[in-house]
Each structure stands twice: as C-alpha cells, then as structure tokens.
C-alpha cells in the first residue's frame, strides 16, 4: 500500500474544500468497508484521504412534512433497525437487513452504500487495466462473466452492488449533494449513469461533491414495498439477482407500481414496461409472468450469466406477490 495523507474534517464544508484541492487524488471515507479494500489491493491510490466520521449531524433519521431524511453517515444497521422505516418503508428495513454481515452493517453508512464501487473481479484486480481504470477493454465481455450485467453493459459489464440503490429508486429518493458551490438536489434515479455516459465512474458526482443526505416522500395511503435479494449462498453475500417493489396496492389490485432491479445492470434497473402493464391490474403469478415479458426480452446475457434472466422472474413475481 501507498502512503498517503489523512484529514479528518468536523463540517461537510471543510470536507468538500479539501476534495476541491485534491486534484482528483482526494477520496473520502466513510465506514471505509468498500475503500479500504480498494487501497489495500491497490485498485485505488490515494494522495489524501478524508475521513468523513467526525461531521457531526449526518447520522440521524427523522421524519417532517415532506418524508423522511436519512443523514448519509447514518449506518445500515441503525437504517435497519428504525422503527418509523420498517413501519412505513418494510422493503428498505428489508434491503439494509439483508446486506453483508451484522459487524459491516454496525461500520458501513447508507452514503458510502450508495457510492460503493463494483464487485467485478477484473476491476478489483490491480493488475487488469479495463475500461473503468483508464483500458481499451472489458475483459469480462468475453472471461468469466457469471456475476456480469444482463441489462445496460455495452462497454462495461459491471453490476451496482447496492441493496439500498434499487429499494430506495423504487421509493422515489432523492439525495442532497454538498460541494464549495452549495447544495443541489436529485433524484437518486437520477444519479447512476451507465457506461456509456461516463465508464470510469458509476455516478454523476463530481471529486468535490459528497452526498449529504437522502429524503423519501411519505409513504402514501396503503403503499407497500418489498425487497426480494437472491443469492449464492446463505450467508453474507452480494445480489445475483433483487427486486425491489413498491406500489399503491387496494385488495389484489397495483397501483403507481415500482420495480427496479438490483444486481444485474451498472446501475439500478427500472422495468418501466412492466410497470406499465401491470398498472391497475391485479396481481396473481399469471398476470405477472405476462406483463414481465417484454422487459426480459430485452434481456443480453453474456456467456455465463443467462440464468439470472430466471432470477430476475422469480425475485420480481415473489417481491410483487408479497404485497398483496
Ligand atoms: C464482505 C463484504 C460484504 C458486503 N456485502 C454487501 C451487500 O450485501 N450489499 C451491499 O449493498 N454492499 C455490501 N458491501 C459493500 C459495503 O461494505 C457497503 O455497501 C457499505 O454500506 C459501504 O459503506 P461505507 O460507509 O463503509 O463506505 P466507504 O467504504 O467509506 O465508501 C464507499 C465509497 O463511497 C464513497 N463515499 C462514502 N461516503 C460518501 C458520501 N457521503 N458521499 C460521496 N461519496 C461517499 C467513498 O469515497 C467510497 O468510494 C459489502 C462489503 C464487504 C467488504
């Protein structure tokens, strides 16, 4: 590992002067449980690190008029266990819930969950320049691609790791990003961008800016939502495949339906056809293979990982059925 230097700033204003003069070389920190490994295996070099802890005021969740605020250092463990969210929002108790392990949960923050960087093994190893790290190729396009993209590659064949991306799109997020120009708001839709738009980063935030905080709208009158996450194995374990459903739901019948998936795209993927159709229906195993359709015949599998087409079925069938 290289050397390099450490700050530890007490407000978000000092933390985004100092990304401003690092050159592209500053990164901040947060539990650390993603960058850290990325130093450790010298996927990243760092000149200065800016550890992000010692703001104070970024942890909380509270809830006004509008919804719901999540600070970004808040960590998953404290998301999964607030009352308020698994009273109003089940499928986000459901996604933090789900992610690693109870000792990363205790360390990692819902802002470091949503800008972690990906899984790919060709991206985590040093020694494999592709195309995020400044290369002429994806090498997962034609290697091993098993864990690889379904939807959205082209370029790149990354997933998004995120549990909490997909849930919280589905519950129309937004997020409040800090830099020295002030604030701006997005939605968190919004914020992913694919390969195609910029293959060196999976996001649209600049080296200064940091996110601040995520707002939920309140839950609507007899919203549901629902987080399906597949996996390898049991234990611990990133998402072959998640399903993240939300929608108005009167009797058997869907209303304003959401579902964005997780796992298989560079970003957070919608499935806006099968929303659509299945707007006002009702919802039984049937109507829901039926309106799933289209989208996954818009499915690109790569040599490998054609089975996730199954998962992305029964994840989204199990999610949705949940609700009613
Ligand atoms: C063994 C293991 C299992 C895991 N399993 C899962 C899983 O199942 N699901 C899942 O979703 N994740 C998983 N993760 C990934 C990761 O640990 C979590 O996503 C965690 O929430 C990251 O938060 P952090 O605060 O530790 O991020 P950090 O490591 O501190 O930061 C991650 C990235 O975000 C940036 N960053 C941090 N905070 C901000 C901010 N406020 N604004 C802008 N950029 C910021 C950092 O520069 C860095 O690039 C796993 C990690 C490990 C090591």
Redesign the pocket.
């Known amino acids: 590992m290289k050397n390099f230097r450490w700050a530890e700033p007490q407000t978000i204003e000092q933390a985004v002067a100092l990304l401003a003069k690092g050159e592209g070389k500053a990164?901040?920190?947060?539990?650390?449980?993603?960058?850290?490994?990325e130093i450790q295996e010298g996927v990243v070099e760092p000149g200065l690190v800016v550890d992000?802890k010692a703001i104070l005021g970024l942890s909380s969740i509270q809830k006004d008029g509008e919804g719901v605020r999540i600070g970004?250092?808040t960590t998953?463990a404290d998301l999964a266990a607030d009352v308020m969210i698994r009273q109003d929002h089940p499928g986000l108790s459901a996604a933090a819930s789900?992610?690693?392990?109870p000792q990363?949960r205790n360390?990692?923050?819902v802002?470091?969950?949503l800008?972690?960087?990906p899984r790919c093994w060709y991206y985590r190893d040093a020694q494999m320049v592709c195309r995020k790290k400044g290369g002429s190729q994806c090498f997962a396009s034609k290697g091993k691609n098993k864990y690889h993209a379904i939807y959205g590659g082209g370029i790149c064949h990354i997933v998004y790791?995120?549990?909490?991306a997909p849930m919280l799109i589905a519950l129309d997020a937004r997020v409040t990003i800090s830099s020295p120009r002030g604030e701006r708001k997005l939605a968190l839709a919004d914020f992913y961008a694919l390969p195609s738009k910029n293959v060196r980063r999976e996001n649209v935030?600049a080296a200064d800016?940091?996110?601040?905080e995520v707002r939920i709208p309140t839950a609507k009158k007899n919203e549901k939502s629902a987080y399906i996450k597949v996996k390898e194995r049991e234990t611990?374990?990133?998402?072959l495949a998640s399903a993240a459903v939300r929608a108005i739901v009167s009797g058997a019948d869907l209303n304003d339906p959401r579902i964005v998936l997780g796992g298989v795209a560079p970003i957070p993927w919608r499935l806006v056809k099968t929303e659509t159709s299945l707007q006002g229906k009702k919802i039984t195993e049937a109507s829901i293979k039926d309106a799933l359709r289209a989208d996954l015949q818009e499915a690109r599998p790569l040599q490998e990982n054609g089975y996730k087409i199954a998962l992305v079925e029964a994840a989204v069938s199990r999610a949705l059925l949940s609700l009613v």
């Open positions: 990164y901040p920190m947060a539990g650390g449980t993603d960058i850290f490994t992000l970004a250092l998953i789900s992610l690693a392990t990363l360390v990692g923050t802002g470091g969950n800008c972690q960087r790791p995120s549990d909490l935030l800016e940091l996110i601040r611990w374990d990133f998402a």
